[in-house]
């Protein structure tokens, strides 16, 4: 039986993971994103234990050049313009397949999660930023680069929320506004130390409503898939879902708003898929 690589290469750790699906999955490690050859010297450490590979497959932190497997403009300090692919495939010696992170939690999703059976969805994740991954008539959208929704502008009514946002290049964009370091700045405390605060979580609802409208109105999908570290607050998601309601206010078909049905697996489940199907193409 073929067994399948997957790297969920975020900006604070990277886990890899190896196996066929949820059930199969054989070892799964995590490990802190430290420099570029320390890192990828760790993930291809774990891969070389298993002789049995047929592909590997990379969902990472971006922006990225898919084409050239490579991460490209990040301000993370040391991983600008970094080679993902070359050095895995060089010493795997396995086909290596390479996307975003939310791209890749999309594919996980859609295989064997939250959208399983559905041919046209979003997954947003809300985390320190916000990205998106579309699947439109059952692909996957990259476009020039891919969706950056994080960076959509929204409503921002500055007598209620005089915040300025926190996004280098836009200030009070999406994720300027709603994103997880959007909420520590604004509030002066992680989201995880607000849970008793009723106003964040509007506010933050307000917000993440208005994200999910545009791109439900833009793609048309049959599901939004909400997930990362900002939806763990159980409040949240009722929230989203009755604003939306009314910010759709009956014109457009209300989409079902879940959360990942992998949890915090959607994105190596996902990397796993990436690499299932580089190795049947190849
Ligand atoms: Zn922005």
Not at 12 to 33: H, N, Q, S, Y
Not at 44 to 63: E, I, K, M
Not at 184 to 203: I, K, M
């Amino acid at each position: 039986m073929k067994l399948y690589g997957g790297v969920e290469a975020g900006g604070t750790k990277w886990v890899c993971a190896v196996g066929d699906g949820p059930d199969g999955l054989r070892e799964l490690v995590t490990f802190p994103t430290t420099t570029p050859d320390e890192t990828l010297g760790r993930a291809a450490a774990f891969f070389a234990g298993h002789t049995d590979l047929a592909a590997v497959g990379v969902g990472s932190f971006g922006p990225i050049d898919r084409e050239a497997g490579r991460i490209t403009t990040t301000p993370k300090p040391g991983w600008a313009d970094i080679d993902v692919v070359a050095p895995l495939a060089r010493s795997l010696q396995v086909p290596v397949a390479f996307d975003t992170d939310v791209n890749a939690a999309a594919l996980g999703e859609g295989r064997w999660g939250a959208a399983e059976g559905l041919h046209t969805f979003w997954y947003i994740t809300v985390g320190t930023g916000i990205g998106g991954g579309l699947v439109a008539d059952g692909r996957l959208v990259h476009g020039v680069v891919h969706p950056e929704i994080g960076h959509m502008r929204i409503p921002h009514d500055p007598a209620r929320d005089p915040f300025a946002g926190v996004c280098p290049f836009h200030g009070d964009c999406f994720e300027g506004l709603a994103s997880g370091n959007a909420i520590r700045a604004r509030w002066g405390s992680p989201g995880e130390e607000l849970a008793a605060d009723a106003r964040v979580w509007e506010l933050e609802a307000e917000y993440l409503a208005y994200g999910v409208v545009n791109v439900v109105c833009a793609a048309s999908p049959q599901c939004v898939i909400l997930g990362g570290g900002v939806m763990k607050e159980p409040a949240l998601l009722p929230l989203v879902r009755a604003r939306v309601r009314e910010l759709l206010a009956g014109y457009v078909s209300e989409p079902e708003i879940v959360l990942p049905a992998l949890g915090d697996r959607s994105g190596v489940l996902g990397a796993i898929e990436l690499a299932c199907s580089i190795a049947t193409r190849s």
